[in-house]
T-cell receptor
């Protein structure tokens, strides 16, 4: 199956700092999403971004499908940004519309 | 975004008993829902795909008879952990996808088997 690798595995930031999280995947995809899992376990959908660039407030994401990677940018980080960020990818409907998750990047933003 | 509600959020049960977890899509119809399992500090592992009106599709290595899935309506899927044992203790999360694109997750259920 498709492999999804995220880097770095852990990230410690000072409040106000910017950061970039990376997601590499091993095969072509037509579905890529970024999620934030808060300390209570709730997963929030941040972006649906199989290609191109999107921005939502202090967060933005870019996917270069031809090169099989996606980046998530966090600007002016806040303590509420702490948690685990997951990238998940999927292929065609023939694959059951399943999403495969990367290992995640654990982010801690210190005040 | 769409709302997916999962209940209960936390359950403690005795070894040998069964536990049912409900997953509801509140504001959209979900012909397909997904059940994941997550161990501490690990990623999400897909257990099964729940299809409305038909049998669930289980991932390799997932015991069908232990993890019973029922998708009785377009807004409700249930996961029943049968004859639970301590090794079944985990965080279980359901997901529903709107228009088969964006995925939305329930709050998760933390199961502890004692």
């Amino acid at each position: 199956g498709i492999q999804v690798e995220q880097s770095p595995p852990d990230l410690i930031l000072q409040e106000g700092a910017n950061s970039t999280l990376r997601c590499n995947f091993s095969d072509s995809v037509n579905n890529l999403q970024w999620f934030h899992q808060n300390p209570w376990g709730q997963l929030i959908n941040l972006f649906y971004i199989p290609s191109g660039t999107k921005q939502n407030g202090r967060l933005s994401a870019t996917t270069v499908a031809t090169e099989r990677y996606s980046l998530l940018y966090i600007s002016s980080s806040q303590t509420t940004d702490s948690g685990v960020y997951f990238c998940a990818v999927g292929r065609s409907e023939a694959a059951g519309n399943k999403l495969t998750f990367g290992g995640g990047t654990r982010v801690l933003v210190k005040p | 975004g769409a709302v997916v509600s999962q209940h209960p959020s936390r359950v403690i049960c005795k070894s040998g008993t069964s536990v049912k977890i409900e997953c509801r899509s509140l504001d959209f119809q979900a012909t397909t829902m997904f059940w994941y399992r997550q161990f501490p500090k690990q990623s999400l592992m897909l257990m099964a795909t729940s299809n409305e009106g038909s049998k669930a599709t289980y991932e390799q290595g997932v015991e069908k008879d232990k993890f019973l899935i029922n998708h009785a309506s377009l807004t409700l899927s249930t996961l029943t952990v049968t004859s639970a044992h301590p090794e079944d203790s985990s965080f279980y999360i359901c997901s529903a996808r709107q228009a088969l694109k964006r995925a939305f997750f329930g709050q998760g259920t933390r199961l502890t088997v004692v």
